[in-house]
């Protein structure tokens, strides 16, 4: 039997904190892939990301990843549909379907 994910009652089955990773994975691989795409907003996102934010989930007193990604789905959404960027757009709809 597999296993049923519960957002609404438990969050059972469900890694947020992962989730927002695959986030963040998305948005240095495009950022790598258009480096246009990265601007001062997005530079002051991703300096409170920490360096290996799959294990700390937080950076010296600001908010956590999971936090940050939710708080920031419009405009996130908006970068990756900029760019048509597939890949970052289903991340983005799971980890805001699921957790945010």
């Avoid at 700390?56 to 789905?73: H, I, M, R």
């Avoid at 048509?84 to 799971?94: K, N, S």
Wanted: proline content about 2%; glycine content about 2%.
């Amino acid at each position: 039997m597999s296993e049923i994910k519960d957002r609404y009652i438990t969050f059972d089955n469900i890694d947020c904190y992962e989730n927002s990773a695959l986030v963040i994975d998305a948005m240095i691989e495009l950022f790598k892939l258009k480096p246009e795409s990265k601007n001062r907003l997005w530079n002051n996102f991703m300096n409170k990301i920490p360096q290996n934010y799959r294990e700390v989930f937080e950076k010296d007193g600001n908010k956590d990843t999971l936090y940050l990604v939710c708080a920031n789905v419009f405009y996130i959404s908006d970068l990756f549909e900029e760019y048509d960027f597939e890949a970052g757009i289903e991340v983005l709809e799971q980890v805001e379907f699921e957790c945010c």
